[in-house]
């Protein structure tokens, strides 16, 4: 079993930048690539960013190549998506997720979820 907790939401200008955090519980969490998506009210669950069990791949959604970039430590079960120059359109809830598969884009393919970390931008 693997819990998470996501932190590092909040409420930035247009441009800015926010690092999400994803602390886990557990002694597997190597054993597991994670993944960041992103829901807007009244709609499914869109992938962000993936990454591999050790680190060294990753994978994105084409709306956040280049702006956002996931990592992990393994040492410290923590995930982190670091977010730059956001827009309007990335004020949606955030989510980090555990997945025994990689890669995949496909939420219901996760098997542990956060409850979330709301972004804001403001223009």
């Known amino acids: 079993q693997v819990q998470l907790v996501e932190s590092g939401g909040g409420l930035v200008q247009t441009g800015g930048s926010l690092r999400l955090s994803c602390a886990a519980s557990?002694?597997?969490?190597?054993?597991?690539?994670m993944g960041w998506f992103r829901q807007a009210p009244a709609q499914e669950r869109e992938f962000v960013a993936t990454?591999?069990?050790?680190?060294?791949?990753?994978h994105y959604a084409d709306f956040v190549k280049g702006r956002f970039t996931i990592s992990r430590d393994n040492a410290k079960n923590m995930a982190y998506l670091q977010m730059n120059s956001l827009k309007p359109e990335d004020t949606v809830l955030y989510f980090c997720?555990?997945?025994?598969?990689?890669?995949?884009?496909?939420?219901?393919?996760?098997?542990?979820w956060g409850q979330g970390t709301q972004v804001t931008v403001s223009s």
């Open positions: 990454i591999s069990r050790s680190g060294d791949s990753t």
């Open positions: 997720a555990a997945a025994r598969n990689y890669p995949t884009h496909f939420a219901d393919e996760y098997d542990y």
């Open positions: 557990g002694r597997t969490f190597s054993m597991y690539s």
